[in-house]
């Protein structure tokens, strides 16, 4: 299927893009168009005018910071994916990025187009959320800094106005002595996930001094499990037992509140992320005390 006539934009600047977004009612940013083009062509998004970041200078970067990651709007998926900068300062981010559609799709897709689009189910989101960060959004009124916190609203809604145009995110990165994990289920690998999991746990002298544990494909946006996290925080490692995990997967349970559709029950969804979570608890616990 084709999408609806509309008028592409080839911007030179994201001044000039922005003008644009300002100016134009039924304007939209496309960067890889691995999901606006989608929904042109089934008719669920119907813009006039397509401002094309594409052909921006500059805008491509990955670079790495004392503690952050910033990953430029045109940086591809897997551009990103097999960055050596990215494997050393942030690899939770790359093995997150294996999971994100196929290949072809993530030859163009883009890092920043995954985190503006904000499915639910989407990889990237909840990676933001369990680091940390931010995504540097610019206007003709300026530019702003949005915290992950913040940034994604609801399904496929974020806090970006319509006539903003996200430049980068930057991830904050772990420290050594912290570890990771990214735990999905999905029918086929490439599909989106049915639920998943991002872990990301602090050890300082045996004991966990923070967690976060993030649910993605559990709700309208990534979701946060602080009962489980709290359940953690203050606890040794060696204190990190069979009980203690299975409360992490009730709470994770009680927290979430997913919904039935026709890939997997709400009852399923729920269960799983349990599942997961203790799975992720145990990888990141693992992977500290080898990084530390
Ligand atoms: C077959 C298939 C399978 C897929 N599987 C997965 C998967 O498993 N996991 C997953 O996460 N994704 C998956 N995707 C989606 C893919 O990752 C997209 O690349 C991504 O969601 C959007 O990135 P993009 O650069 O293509 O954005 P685009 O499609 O260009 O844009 C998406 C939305 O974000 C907005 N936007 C994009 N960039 C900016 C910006 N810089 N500033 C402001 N707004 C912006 C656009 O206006 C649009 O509303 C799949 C796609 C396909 C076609």
Redesign the pocket.
Known sequence: MKPPAFTHHACRTVEEAAELLDSSEDA???????????MMNLRLANPAHLVD?NFVDGLGGIDAGSGTLTIG?TAR?HEVERSPVVASAAPLVAAALA????PQ?RN???V???I??A?PA???PAVLTTLGGHVTAQSTAGTRTIDAGSFFDSYLTTA?APN????SVTFHTPNGSSGWSFEEVARRH????IIGVVALLTVSDGVVSDARLTVFGGGATPVRITAAEQLLVGTATGDVDDALLARAAGATSETLRPSDDIHASADYRRHVAGVLVTRGIRTSLDRASTSA
């Open positions: 939209k940013v496309i960067s890889g168009g691995q999901s606006l083009v989608p970041l709007a998926q999971h994100v559609g196929h799709i163009r897709g883009t920043v187009g995954s503006c689009h499915d989407a990889e990237m970006l903003e145009i996200a430049t490439g599909d989106f996930a």
